[in-house]
């Protein structure tokens, strides 16, 4: 199955090439957990985001027991401040 | 030492101009701008005076970093008590005014008493002038500036004073230097239009002087190193907010009826750096203030086929455009995702010196009052004020800059304007200033720091940021906000900017920076706090008290309709008695002696 993504921010930059401005669709094996799809983002380790799935925060430590589905949305987040 | 240890006082009912020594005894306990104007002013001034008669005042406060050379060292302060909130009000900007002031050899410019006609203060290190403005008295900011830059025919006078909004005493008019940098918030502008005095034009040819120059050389290489992230900043600026604040569903939308705006992909950076249909491309370059090494502003232009411009060429050229709080005001909040109207409203704001965050809210205030039938078109003078209008939004931009019909209504605030047509709970405001782009239902932190915040509703006087993108969850928020209210005041104080704490640096960077600057020991949450507090006994005495530390109705009791906090409301009862505690206050939200004798406040 394919998921969707969508990275905000300079986590664009991450992107697999040809996706559009800010989303992407990555493949994803049935029954994969949230931590199998972020694997598959070139994200280094220390760059600190937060992971929404279909508008619901994810807190870290979840990463490995949230089961991704076919219709699932996962945004990704840099923590920034305001201005 | 970094302080040039004098003050600039300028009596405008005698019209004299005196120098006198800084007080040293308060720069060390208070260190500069925000801080330091503030002890002065609670000093010198009646809290419960009329924050628009002759017996306030209006202090410019640098800080010993400004103008050094130091990363983002051009920040200055507008000290007064504010005409929208009756509070303290503390409005900081960068631009290159405050580095010019402090060139120019003094830490402060104190403005006292009111001109019996229209003047404006002319600067050049030691000669220092009261001129008659009637040249440049009802004109814009932009046309005042060129007059005098013609007059002086000197490329590098900086100027700071206000438009028409500001002499016609709108609530939240604002001090604009360099055109499009603003001491934004509380109507700081309406103090000046009160007193008659137009701008400060100011030229200063002295350096700046430090404890240590060579340990202050050494430090701000190395701290300049720490900076990261700087890249995404120069391009996208403030406005990659947009998409966090969108995503995360805490992005004000329609006057708070919403935390999502679905026009968002229209206002976020990539709209404003891909082409339109017409091939015009919204941002022209970055900009940056003085001394600094990011350059977060943005310079944009309006398509000129656009309706709002079409016709006049006037607003063609490049200027300040919107950043990320200006196009959710003028965006977002209002239900408008044109990014050309926002863009041309905030020319209009910098041009007349309006806030554009509190003309923002009031103008959704207005249309939300015009949604359920409080107000109509006999009302606001035949415009159909309904969210999402650009055309509404644009008119109604310029009538407010120009006082004219409805506009003197919108030129009142949100909380006026919804007391005046009988719906009070629909005004998003504290202590009477309107929101900033953040909603205190999925940002419960936010919401207390906008409940507590001594100068109204403000996303900058607080950093909960990290705390509310990481939980909704109300444990340790009081403590987040507490805390970081001390660490931005400290920064606030010393002539810096805060947005290199959002590129890598911590307060161990501006510490280091302030150390050598000024020779100590510096303590941040030591000196915040006692800022805070000082601010807070302040506004005690103008008549604040915990009835004025609390939210709109519509964050306490309506749950947010989507996102992360979707079926939340602003816990703030919960977390109030706690924030008390942590400040050494009592239970009514007033410091205790101890705290007080602590500070060395009492």
Not at chain 2, 200 to 212: H, K, L, N, W
Request: proline share 4%; net charge negative; aromatic share 8%.
């Amino acid at each position: 199955m394919d998921i969707s993504v969508t990275l905000f921010g300079g986590l664009r930059h991450f992107l697999p090439a040809g996706s559009s401005f800010n989303k992407c669709s990555l493949p994803l094996g049935e029954g994969e957990h949230l931590d199998a799809l972020l694997a598959k983002l070139p994200i280094p380790a220390d760059k600190a985001y937060i992971v929404i799935v279909n508008d619901q925060k994810v807190a870290r430590e979840d990463y490995s027991d949230i089961i991704i589905k076919p219709d699932d949305h996962v945004v990704l987040l840099p923590p920034i401040k305001g201005g | 030492m970094s302080w040039h240890k004098k003050i600039l006082r300028v009596n405008l009912t005698t019209g004299s101009c005196t120098t006198e020594p800084l007080n040293m005894e308060w720069a060390n306990a208070f260190l500069g701008s925000r801080g330091l104007a503030s002890k002065y002013l609670y000093e010198e001034m009646d809290p419960a005076a009329d924050a628009l008669s002759a017996d306030n005042k209006v202090i410019f406060a640098t800080g010993p970093l400004t103008g050094t050379m130091a990363s983002t060292g051009g920040r200055y302060t507008v000290v007064t008590k504010g005409p929208l909130t009756g509070a303290i009000a503390c409005s900081n900007s960068g631009g290159k005014f405050g580095g010019e002031l402090k060139m120019a050899g003094y830490d402060m410019l104190i403005l006292e008493g009111e001109s019996d006609k229209p003047v404006y203060l002319h600067i050049e290190d030691d000669k220092v002038e009261i001129c008659d403005a009637s040249e440049i008295w009802g004109k814009t900011v932009w046309e005042t500036e060129d007059i005098l830059a013609k007059k002086y025919s000197d490329p590098l006078m900086r100027f700071a004073g206000i438009g028409q909004a500001g002499e016609n005493l709108c609530r939240y008019a604002c001090v604009v230097n360099d055109k499009h940098r603003a001491a934004g918030r509380s109507g700081v502008g309406a103090v000046m239009g009160a007193k008659k005095i137009k701008t400060i034009a100011v030229r200063g040819t002295r350096g700046v002087s430090c404890a240590d120059p060579k340990a202050f050389y050494r430090i701000v290489n190395e701290v300049n190193a720490r900076m990261t992230d700087r890249d995404e900043m120069s391009r996208d600026g403030t406005l990659a907010m947009m998409d966090v604040t969108n995503g995360f569903g805490s992005l004000p939308t329609r006057n708070n009826r919403s935390v999502r705006f679905e026009g968002a992909n229209k206002l976020n950076p990539e709209a404003m750096h891909t082409p339109n249909e017409n091939g015009h491309t919204n941002i022209v370059t970055n900009g940056a203030c003085f001394g600094c090494t990011i350059g977060c502003g943005r310079i944009c232009k309006i398509d000129p086929k656009h309706f709002s411009v079409k016709d006049r060429p006037e607003y063609h050229g490049a200027s300040g455009g919107l950043e990320y709080e200006t196009a959710y005001a003028l965006g977002a909040a209002c239900g408008v995702d044109d990014i050309d109207a926002a863009t041309f409203a905030g020319f209009i704001c910098n041009e007349y010196g309006m806030d554009p965050i509190s003309l923002g809210g009031t103008i959704a205030a207005a249309m939300e009052l015009f949604d359920i039938g409080a107000i109509d078109e006999s009302t606001t003078g035949g415009i159909k004020l309904e969210f999402g209008s650009a055309e509404a939004l644009c008119q109604i931009a310029e009538m407010a800059g120009k006082g004219e019909g409805f506009g003197a209504d919108i030129a009142m605030g949100s909380k006026r304007l919804c007391e005046k047509y009988g719906h009070p709970d629909l005004s998003m405001t504290v202590k009477g200033q309107e929101f900033a782009a953040y909603d205190g239902r999925s940002m419960q932190g936010m919401g207390l720091a906008y409940a507590t915040s001594n100068r109204g509703a403000c996303h900058l006087r607080a950093d909960p940021y990290g705390h509310d993108f990481e939980t909704t969850e109300i444990a340790g928020k009081a403590k987040v906000v507490a805390e970081s209210q001390r660490d931005v005041a400290f920064i606030d104080s010393s002539g810096l900017c805060l947005f290199p704490g959002g590129c890598g640096w911590g307060m161990d960077d501006y510490v280091e920076l302030v150390n050598a600057a000024c020779k100590g020991n510096w303590d941040p949450q030591e000196t915040g706090e006692r800022i805070w507090n000082l601010e807070k006994l302040f506004n005690l005495k103008a008549g604040l008290g915990k009835k004025d530390d609390t939210l709109p109705k519509r964050i306490l009791t309506e749950p947010a309709d989507v996102g992360t906090g979707k079926g939340l409301v602003c816990r703030l009862d919960e977390m109030l008695p706690e924030y008390y505690q942590l400040n050494g206050w009592d239970a009514e939200g007033v410091p205790t002696k101890d705290t007080l004798k602590r500070l060395s406040l009492g």
